[in-house]
């Protein structure tokens, strides 16, 4: 019979804590991103047993992949990370991906979906708590403040979040679904672009807390899913570089599909 409860102990404890303090997270934001309560998390971070239901809020706080040192990780085949391609029926794995990039890429994709559109709905929830046209850098705490281009911030409101998280689904169906023997870019918009950058990013968090090297493969990865681009995603994220208005990469476009993206293209698409 499976355990009820994950054992704590000291070092799982300040493993918590660690990783916490390391986030920037008070004690207070971590619990609520849990779904416990303050004291609750003071407990775990004191060494105490973790109920298996509060597991899956504790790694999306911490933004994990599984518990470290600890009997989730030991006793849960599912939740380790060599052995995350058995799940070959979860919603996100992609037999195209291991076929054509081998299995720590669709591991990495399938995962990433997985905290990606967990902390979408997160956002969702808390954007739709407060008044029409709040944006995420208003939030006390989010999951996708300082991971999206600071130059539209205030743009990243309800109606941007729910879209992205469309626009993530659609990136997936179409990453599961894909059938065919050659390399292509699977990303159609500056968006989906984006949406296939954040999930891979969040894909290694979980790699590197199961102890995997699977992050020294993400760039070639997501050069060739973008259709061998490497100037996009730099462009959005230069502190040194203004994105004009008219360009492709402008926030007002990101959506647009379009066959090819480029960092220096601003014509209109044909």
């Known amino acids: 019979m499976t355990p009820k409860v994950v054992s704590g102990g000291p070092e799982f404890g300040s493993s918590l804590r660690r990783r916490r303090e390391a986030l920037g997270l008070t004690i207070e934001e971590a ?14 971070e004191a060494g105490s047993s973790v109920r298996r239901d509060k597991v ?28 995350f391609p058995k799940v070959k029926f979860d919603d996100s794995y992609s037999a195209w991906l291991e076929r054509e990039f081998g299995e720590n890429c669709a591991r990495a994709f399938a995962s990433g979906c997985d905290i990606f559109r967990d902390q979408l709905s997160d956002e969702l929830s808390r954007l739709g708590k407060q008044p029409r046209g709040t944006h995420l850098g208003e939030l006390d705490v989010s999951w996708l403040e300082g991971s999206l281009p600071a130059q539209w911030l205030p743009r ?6 729910f879209r992205l ?19 292509e870019g699977v990303t159609r918009s500056v968006a989906e672009g984006l949406a296939l950058h954040l999930i891979l990013e969040r894909g290694m968090v979980s790699a590197e807390a199961a102890g995997s090297s699977a992050a020294e493969d993400r760039d070639e990865w997501e050069y060739e899913l973008n259709g061998e681009d490497d100037e996009v995603i ?37």
């Open 56 to 83: 899956r809020g504790i790694c999306v706080a911490l933004r994990w992949g599984s518990l470290p040192e600890s009997s989730e990780s030991a006793g849960d085949s599912d939740g380790r990370w060599e052995d």
């Open 234 to 270: 730099p462009a959005l994220f230069s502190k040194s570089s203004y994105v004009e208005h008219g360009s492709q990469l402008h926030f007002d476009r990101w959506f647009e599909v379009v066959d090819y993206v480029s960092a220096d293209d601003t014509d209109e698409p044909a």
């Open 156 to 161: 990243y409101d309800y109606d941007f979040v």
């Open 165 to 183: 998280h469309s626009t993530v689904e659609q990136l997936r169906q179409r990453v599961v679904r894909a059938e065919g023997d050659g390399r």
């Open 31 to 44: 619990a609520r991103a849990a779904g416990v309560g303050s004291e609750t998390w003071r407990r775990y």
